[in-house]
């Protein structure tokens, strides 16, 4: 298999700037996850689609935040008016459908934003 | 609320010795999966061990081993014979059901160093 790909793999912007990452699952897994992880911390979910419909949103997704996911394969994740909060790293991940092997998530490389 | 708790930040191990690394998880779920991830210092998240909520027998994958003990709600995941590539972060996540919501918790972590 093809991994998950993310890019572009680093951004560095100004505040209020927009920017927009993409990422590409493994072909044959339907469910795409967004993720975001800041400095020492785990992973906190953000959102996720099974096929192009997203089926969940966390708290975190401000109204800032929209992800999209069109023809069900590639995702994006577009941040309006960038804050220097927004700093962290995105991760996105793939998994098969629902009751296969756990359903086990597969990340991408991860998208590093600065904000300046 | 489910909750990952790992209580190691940095753990220490020499080359070619075992080392376990704790994690506990607090769910009101009877059905959920536990995860074992590592992050090296390139940020992308590696899959290394799965094991289900039913499942009768510890999940082991090479020299990853996962000691499940369900009554204490502990997943700690056991290196054999480590190697400096193992020098990572690794991260314990859970997702509650079999795959409904998809979304992993993860903990915060624990830094592992491998001494030559």
């Known amino acids: 298999d093809t991994g998950v790909s993310q890019d572009p793999r680093h951004k560095i912007t100004k505040r209020g700037q927009n920017v927009t990452f993409r990422c590409d699952p493994i072909s044959e897994h339907n469910r795409l996850y967004w993720y975001r992880q800041t400095l020492g911390q785990g992973p906190e979910f953000l959102t996720y689609f099974q096929n192009e419909a997203q089926l969940e949103k966390s708290r975190l997704l401000s109204d800032r935040f929209s992800a999209e996911r069109p023809k069900g394969s590639f995702s994006t994740l577009e941040i309006q008016r960038t804050e220097q909060g927004d700093s962290a790293m995105y991760l996105c991940?793939?998994?098969?459908?629902?009751?296969?092997?756990?359903?086990?998530?597969?990340f991408g490389p991860g998208t590093r934003l600065t904000v300046l | 609320a489910q909750k990952i708790t790992q209580t190691q930040p940095g753990m220490f191990v020499q080359e070619k010795e075992a080392v376990t690394l704790d994690c506990t998880y607090d769910?009101?779920?009877?059905?959920?999966?536990l995860f074992w991830y590592k992050q090296p210092s390139s940020g992308e998240m590696i899959f290394l061990i799965y094991q289900g909520s039913y499942d009768e027998q510890n999940a082991t994958e090479g020299r990853y081993s996962l000691n499940f003990q369900k009554a204490r709600k502990s997943a700690n995941l056991v290196i054999s014979a480590s190697q400096l590539g193992d020098s990572a972060m690794y991260f314990c996540?859970?997702?509650?059901?079999?795959?409904?919501?998809?979304?992993?918790?993860f903990g915060q972590g624990t830094t592992l160093q491998v001494k030559p």
């Open positions: 991940a793939s998994s098969r459908p629902p009751g296969l092997a756990g359903n086990t998530q597969y």
């Open positions: 996540a859970m997702r509650e059901g079999m795959g409904n919501t998809g979304k992993l918790i």
């Open positions: 769910t009101s779920d009877q059905s959920y999966g």
